[in-house]
């Protein structure tokens, strides 16, 4: 599933325009190319990667910060093609296929929502990442003391106010990006938006 998600990831940035590259995604300073970027760590080989993160002192955002820089001195053609040879299967995304498949979701989800380019995402993987969310995200911040409905494909999880909503909007929401919220209903939405704003 992992490999199918960046394929269709690769298959959307071949037909960006230089504009659409520059532009902002729904992850906090980080421009679309700056995503990309950061999706680049399946390209390195183990020991690299291990080495990369005793540089960053074990920080998650230290180590994005790393990509990213290393990102700005790239063009965006070789950005694709570095991004495409992680396609079929890098070493983390063979270690951790299913955080690796919720990064790469909610990452994808990440650039098209902004650019205004909607997809329709197959209901296997929505599932998969809905029952195995990125624990990177710290889930349960979101999660704890709510029930969420999803109304197209056969999901709920927790107790409490009820929240409810494409597969789509619940992951992004779950992953904190605020602006899935719009596409939310039910009377666990202002908790969960209390919650966005203190994240």
Known sequence: MVAQERRELADLLRTLTPQQWEAESLCAGWRVRDVVAHLLYDATPPLGYAAEILRAGGSPDRLNALYIRRGHALGVGELLTRFESTVDLGFFTRSAPLIALADTM??????????????????????????????????????????????????????????????????????????????????GVDLLRDRHGRM
């Open 106 to 187: 909610i990452h994808h989800q990440d650039l098209r929502r902004p650019l205004g380019l909607p997809r329709q995402i197959p209901a296997r993987r929505l599932l998969a990442v809905l029952r195995h969310p990125d624990p990177f995200l710290r889930p349960g911040r979101t999660m704890r003391g709510l029930r969420f409905l999803a109304t197209d494909v056969p999901w709920e999880h927790g107790r409490g106010p009820l929240v409810t909503g494409t597969a789509e909007a619940v992951i992004m929401a779950i992953a904190g990006r605020a602006s899935a919220l719009a596409d939310l209903t039910g009377p």
